[in-house]
C-alpha cells in the first residue's frame, strides 16, 4: 500500500495524505472556520446590540424605545430600524416630565379656581 499509483506523479504537494491518515489540512480548515464563524456572530451581535448599550446610560423610556427598535431590526431585517435606533441613541432628549407637571398644575389651578368663581355666582 506505501506504493504509489503507476500514474501518480513522482513529488506530491504538501497537502496530499497518504490512505489511512489523517487529513489536517482539513482538521485545520474546519477549527479555524468553526472559530470565525463564532467571532464573526459575536461581532456582529456585539454591533447590533450597541444602540442600546448607549442608550442604557440615558432616561429608561429612552432605553425603551431604542431596545424595541433593536428587536424590530432583528426580527424583521430592515435595517432602517437600526439606524433611528442609533441615532435615538446618541441624541439626549430633553426631559419634559417636569414641564408636563407644571403645566398640569397649572391647569388643575385654572380649573379649581374657574369653579370656585362659578359656584359663587351660583350661590348668589
Known sequence: MD??????TEHLPWFVTKPGETDVLLVVTAVLLLVMAIAFGVLLLRLHHLPEHIAGK??????EVVAVLGLLAMFTHQNIFWV???LLAVIDLPD???VFERITHAVE????WRGRA?????RT
Open 3 to 8: 506504493q504509489a499509483h503507476s500514474l501518480a
Open 58 to 63: 440615558s432616561q429608561k423610556m429612552q432605553y
Open 84 to 86: 433611528i435606533a442609533l
Open 96 to 98: 419634559f416630565g417636569p
Open 109 to 112: 389651578r385654572i380649573a379649581h
Open 118 to 122: 362659578v359656584g359663587d355666582r351660583t
